[in-house]
């Protein structure tokens, strides 16, 4: 039987604001690392004996993010499905498991979320090689974290009896929702119970059978969804239809709460969902004095915070227990002890209709990305980087007009019926409701300043003509 790891890369991370954003939230993130946390998670499972290429599951405005995070690392997914609209665990993993066994009736799924962090990717290995002894008989098993701390961020799972012949392994007697502390301090001394991790391993036919037998809506939806699925390009579009009907609903909730058949397997593994900034100061490397730094920053008389600069220095001095998290467009200032409730800041963004929830000031497409540089009263400066070889949709603007000067690099200008080529320190202007399209023949990144002129300036003002990534 060959393992299939599945990878849901399609939460928000709206808890790690600034720095986690719609259009880019924590899973596609160095949040850790160097790598994003998708990229760890891909490597993480590659170059085990019988496990398959990774099948990802996001939505479908981070496609070509994917895509080119997992190109980056080397690695090429089995496939990429595409959500049209969230629906939680349960409708995701009930789609990928119809994309598996259609070519692989036998299919063991290895679910992982993109954006958790584990440490000790030995022990993870032996954990699952154990889940896999149970999961050929037919058993649902899920991934329970030895707790280290009374946390109440976290759900957890009670273990009953032990199965018999396979270490570290119990019957699951139930689901336990996240509790307050004093019930989080008993957790941990009583000794039997496990935080959940949103981990899990199953038959892909076994989770089928379970999703329709507890949860019948969401199975005929995911199903209708994948039969009337389409090629994209490289990915995989769900049917828009079928899926935003899907009812939302967690794997646990769905499935396992009520299945007969779920284990748990014990997994000290060094895990944690980086679920707010205090979670991923605990899994970085801190100071003499407990501090996490990272980006330009000086620190005079603090201690045991989290500091992060992104685009500028950050100097503080004489606190403690403090969040400080720079962007180019909002800083983010919390007591270590309330950063569960930077989730209210990206509420208070939607009802204001801002839009500092859903972009950065740069914000990356297939081609390449823009930069915000400034805006004012119809008008708006950005910097254009456009990737060797890729080229913008043919497309035109009702009511703006675009000047553009190329900074570096060689551009291929389409405006009208005139096709050009401009060097680096050379301009040209778009009219308004010209058609018009930029290209990048050469070699090296085309870097251009473009200024914007008009009575509107957003960006749902484009009319897409022709676009070699589909989104016309």
């Not at 914000?363 to 119809?378: H, K, L, N, S």
Request: aromatic letters at 8%; one cysteine or more.
């Amino acid at each position: 039987m060959k393992i299939y790891p599945v990878i849901l890369s399609g939460g928000a991370g709206t808890r790690l604001w600034p720095l986690s954003r719609a259009s880019m939230p924590k899973q596609l993130l160095p949040l850790v690392t160097d790598k994003t946390m998708l990229q760890e998670t891909a490597l993480r499972v590659r170059g085990w004996p019988g496990l398959m290429a990774p099948l990802v599951v996001c939505g479908n405005e981070h496609r070509f993010l994917v895509a080119e995070q997992l190109r980056e690392v080397g690695i090429s997914p089995s496939g990429i499905l595409l959500e049209p609209v969230g629906r939680n665990t349960a409708p995701a993993v009930t789609a990928a498991a119809r994309h598996l066994v259609a070519d692989d009736p036998d299919a063991i799924m290895l679910v992982l979320p993109a954006d958790h962090v584990i440490e000790k990717n030995e022990a993870f290995r032996q954990a699952v090689e154990r889940a896999f002894e149970l999961v050929q008989n037919g058993s649902l098993a899920t991934f329970g974290i030895v707790p280290s701390v009374p946390e109440t961020g976290y759900g957890y799972i009670r273990r009953g009896e032990p199965l018999p012949g396979v270490d570290d392994c119990f019957k699951i007697e139930r689901f336990v929702e996240k509790p307050d502390r004093n019930t989080a301090e008993g957790f941990v001394a009583d000794g039997g119970f496990y935080w959940n991790s949103g981990m899990f391993m199953f038959r892909a036919d076994r989770f089928l059978a379970e999703i329709e037998q507890h949860a019948p809506e969401i199975a005929r939806a995911a199903e209708q969804a994948m039969h009337a699925a389409y090629r994209d390009l490289d990915f995989c579009r769900l049917d828009e239809a079928a899926f935003t009907a899907c009812p939302s609903d967690s794997i646990d909730y769905a499935v396992m709460e009520h299945t007969r058949d779920g284990v748990v397997v014990s997994a000290d593994i060094g895990w944690s969902d980086v679920g707010s900034w205090s979670a991923l100061a605990d899994v970085q490397q801190a100071d003499a004095h407990g501090n996490v730094q990272r980006g330009d920053v000086y620190l005079d008389g603090v201690s045991n915070s989290l500091v992060r600069a992104e685009s500028r220095i950050v100097a503080v001095v004489g606190v403690k227990d403090l969040v400080v998290v720079e962007t180019p467009d909002a800083v983010l200032v919390a007591h270590k002890d309330q950063v569960q409730r930077v989730k209210n800041i990206v509420d208070h963004l939607k009802v204001q209709e801002r839009t500092e929830h859903l972009y950065h000031t740069r914000v990356y497409r297939p081609w390449g990305f823009y930069e915000g540089i400034d805006a004012g009263e119809r008008f708006q400066v950005k910097r254009i980087c456009v990737k060797p070889g890729e080229k913008l949709s043919l497309q035109m603007h009702h009511h703006r007009a675009e000047h553009w000067v190329v900074v570096s690099g060689t551009a291929r200008v389409t405006c009208g019926d005139n096709v050009k080529l401009l060097a680096e320190n050379e301009s040209t202007y778009i009219p308004i409701g010209m058609t018009h399209r930029l290209e990048n023949p050469g070699k090296l990144p085309l870097h251009l300043i473009e200024v914007q002129s008009g009575s509107y300036l957003g960006e749902d003002d484009i009319v897409r003509f022709e676009d070699v990534y589909q989104r016309a």
